[in-house]
Antibody, heavy 118, light 108 residues
């Protein structure tokens, strides 16, 4: 099982970025997949989840600005981030939840850094 | 959203010490709690789930206990590789999933 994120970088406030997470060793479409972020020197913050059935949920802090999706043929998870704010600066991890009914994260990617700054 | 408060926020300990970290939920969450370890520059690693179940491959010196609002992570004999930051996470009422603020375990 492997998760590899990409797409991070420097973006100006108000800008957009799309993160990708390529999964191997399991099908994304049958798993609960999430994005979790960590601001520099801070704790973990859950961002979004997409369930196997396709339902999606978001943290209040990103609702209406971020969109989680997946491409089953590419076995890839995405996070489209629009209207970015400086407080969105963080390392973004994709994670697969297997334990706890799909709510505890057994597998994590290495993370990709998003910096929102002018 | 359910708030999780960890204490202490940091601690200093020596190799071989018994270390206890607590996590308090703002409302009852039954046993729907997990613990993670995170080392600098690395992703978190699941240690404990369902409050007291040890994840496969995690050393038996780690244990978890508690239910309702009060939970504990214990390291029975601290090893050099255990110096890290530890987070609790609740999954009783979600979304949103929520994490505690973290406890940094440092070398005395």
């Amino acid at each position: 099982v492997q998760l590899v994120e990409s797409g991070g970088g420097l973006v100006q406030p108000g800008g957009s970025l799309r993160l990708s997470c390529v999964a191997s060793g399991f099908p994304v479409r049958t798993n609960y997949m999430s994005w979790v972020r960590q601001a520099p020197g801070k704790g973990l913050e859950w961002v979004s989840v997409i369930y196997s059935g396709g339902n999606t949920y978001y943290a209040d802090s990103v609702k209406g600005r971020f969109t989680i999706s997946r491409n089953n043929s590419k076995n890839t998870l995405y996070l489209q981030m629009n209207s970015l704010k400086t407080e969105d600066t963080a390392v973004y991890y994709c994670a697969r939840a297997v334990k706890c009914g799909g709510a505890c994260y057994n597998y994590w990617g290495q993370g990709t850094l998003v910096t929102v700054s002018s | 959203a359910i708030q999780l408060t960890q204490s202490p926020s940091s601690l200093s300990a020596s190799v071989g010490d018994r270390v206890t970290i607590t996590c308090r939920a703002s409302q009852g969450i039954s046993s729907a709690l997990a613990w993670y370890q995170q080392k600098p520059g690395k992703a978190p690693n699941l240690l404990i789930y369902d409050a007291s179940n040890l994840e496969s491959g995690v050393p038996s010196r780690f244990s978890g206990s508690g239910s309702g609002t009060d939970f504990t992570l214990t390291i029975s004999s601290l090893q050099p590789e255990d110096f890290a930051t530890y987070y609790c996470q609740q999954f009783n009422s979600y979304p949103p999933l929520t994490f505690g603020g973290g406890t940094k375990v440092e070398i005395k």
